[in-house]
Structure formats: structure tokens, C-alpha cells
């Protein structure tokens, strides 16, 4: 299981003065001056200091040089993938959470119940009830994790649809404060999936990630191939499952109870299609 609530942000989630802080820095667009920084030569320095803390291993980076820690995070490194085409794969490099999702389209996080109508807001076609009975897979990225996500099928990509909000941490402790999967900046994309019927996925940008790129839209899409990336720090994934599409494999579903989390790479199988 995560232990990912770092000192900092408990201090803005849970103390008097922190929100205090955490509410300028939400209105002041610190996020925007945060990645401006990010971009500039000098923040390359970070880079080595930031990658020995975190465990990082660069070899796969040796001798190539980053313009900046901005450019350093947006990395591309090769990934495999189970290319079985029943097999489910992670999208990305994460900590996977499960919730069912009721008869009534909705479901519940951390003390935070979420209507799938309100996670993909904008939405006029009555998309959410097609997931009554589903399943939600919630992949929360950390500021170490690699920050590209794959395509987890063969199938068709629908249009992005992009949902201005605000850009709370994903860490744990602020999802027990805040709704913050339908509070902050997103972007969902309909997926016709060959092996798992049709899946929404939504990318939520996170304290400091303003930036969501999916490379493109109304697209044949294969599996294994990259689908977007992530701009700077922690952000999450989310994808919804229709009823009776997808069983987990046994281990995840064992450690994944109660909201449990647990630790998933890019390309790896977590389940199959029924």
C-alpha cells in the first residue's frame, strides 16, 4: 500500500494556516509559475538532486541532456507491454484504487461520493448510465512515476473533451478533504475498446500539473501505443468500466479492498476481458 502523503501537503490539507496557503496558491496561479520555472535552463540543476532522492535510475537517460526539469519529466523511455489482446494492461506507471460503481452511476471515494455524470460534466448523451454496475479504476500518479500513458487496446478514440477546474494534490489526504476528481482540471475521452466494450478514461491534473496532452482524438488507436503525457508532479488516471466487461486479476482485487492501493507499471496486465 502507498504511503504517499508527503509533510508539505498534509501541512496545506490539515492545518488552519496550510488552507490559508493552500487557497492563495490555488487563486494565484501558482501552478502557471511553478511550470514557468520548470522550463528555464537553470531548473535542470534539480534534476540529479531530485532523481538520487526519489530512487530514479537514469541509466536509461545516460548522456542526453535536458533543457530543463520540465523536459527531464516529460521523458520518453521505451515501454513493453502484454500484448495478449484479452489482457488488461495498466496505462501507466501508478498506484491503482477500485470502486464499484452503483446502480445509480455513482461511487464512492474516501468520504466522497462521485456521480459519473459529474466526472465527465459536459456530457449530453446520457453516456453515464451506460456504466451502472461498472467498475472505476482510479491510477494516481507520483512525481517520480513516468508520466506517459498507453493506449490499453485496440479500438477507436473518441473526441477530448477538456474540463477547466482547479488543480488540488491527488495525494490520498486531500481526497478525504475534497471532492478532487470532479474539482480539478480534467480531460475525458471515450474509448471503444475491441476487448472491454466502451471505457471513459479521464486524465485529472494535480497541484502543479497544468498540463494534459492527448495526442489525438476521433483516431484508430492500437494497444502498447502511447496515448498522452503529463505535465510536471503528481496526476491521476481514471477509467470506467461498463457492467460484466472486465474481471481484475485475484492479487489486485485481494489488495485493492477497502481503497486499498497497489503498485502497477505501464503495460503490465491487471485483468481481462469477460
Not at 83 to 94: F, G, N, V, W, Y
Request: charged letters at 20%.
Amino acid at each position: 500500500m502507498s504511503d504517499n502523503n508527503d509533510s508539505s501537503v498534509a501541512f496545506l490539507y490539515t492545518t488552519t494556516f496550510g488552507r490559508c496557503v493552500l487557497w492563495f496558491l490555488l487563486h494565484c496561479n501558482y501552478s502557471g509559475i511553478a511550470a514557468f520555472l520548470f522550463r528555464t535552463r537553470l531548473s535542470s540543476l534539480f534534476i540529479k538532486s531530485f532523481a538520487k532522492k526519489h530512487g530514479i535510475d537514469l541509466t536509461p537517460w545516460q548522456g542526453q541532456k535536458f533543457k530543463s526539469f520540465a523536459d527531464f519529466f516529460i521523458r520518453k523511455k521505451e515501454v513493453s507491454f502484454d500484448a495478449e489482446p484479452s489482457h488488461l494492461i495498466s496505462p501507466c506507471d501508478s498506484w491503482l484504487s477500485v470502486y464499484p460503481i452503483e446502480e445509480d452511476s455513482s461511487f464512492a471515494i474516501k468520504g466522497s461520493r462521485y456521480k459519473v455524470a459529474d466526472l465527465i460534466a459536459g456530457d449530453e448523451t446520457n453516456l453515464a448510465a451506460q456504466f451502472n454496475g461498472g467498475v472505476c479504476l482510479i491510477f494516481r500518479l507520483c512525481p517520480t512515476d513516468y508520466h506517459r500513458y498507453l493506449y490499453i487496446d485496440d479500438g477507436f478514440q473518441g473526441k477530448n473533451h477538456f474540463i477547466p477546474g482547479m488543480l488540488h494534490s491527488v495525494q490520498p489526504i486531500c481526497a478525504e478533504k475534497y471532492p478532487i476528481y470532479t474539482l480539478n482540471r480534467r480531460m475525458w475521452t471515450p474509448l471503444e475498446t475491441a476487448h472491454f466494450g466502451k471505457v471513459i478514461q479521464t486524465e485529472i491534473g494535480a497541484l502543479v500539473v497544468g498540463g494534459i496532452n492527448n495526442y489525438y482524438e476521433d483516431v484508430q488507436m492500437k494497444k502498447g501505443d502511447e496515448m498522452g503525457r503529463f505535465e510536471f508532479a503528481g496526476s491521476t488516471i481514471t477509467m470506467l468500466f461498463q457492467k460484466d466487461k472486465i474481471t481484475l486479476l485475484p492479487d489486485i482485487v485481494g489488495a485493492t479492498k477497502d481503497g486499498a492501493e497497489y503498485k502497477v507499471h505501464a503495460g503490465q496486465q491487471i485483468g481481462s476481458g469477460i
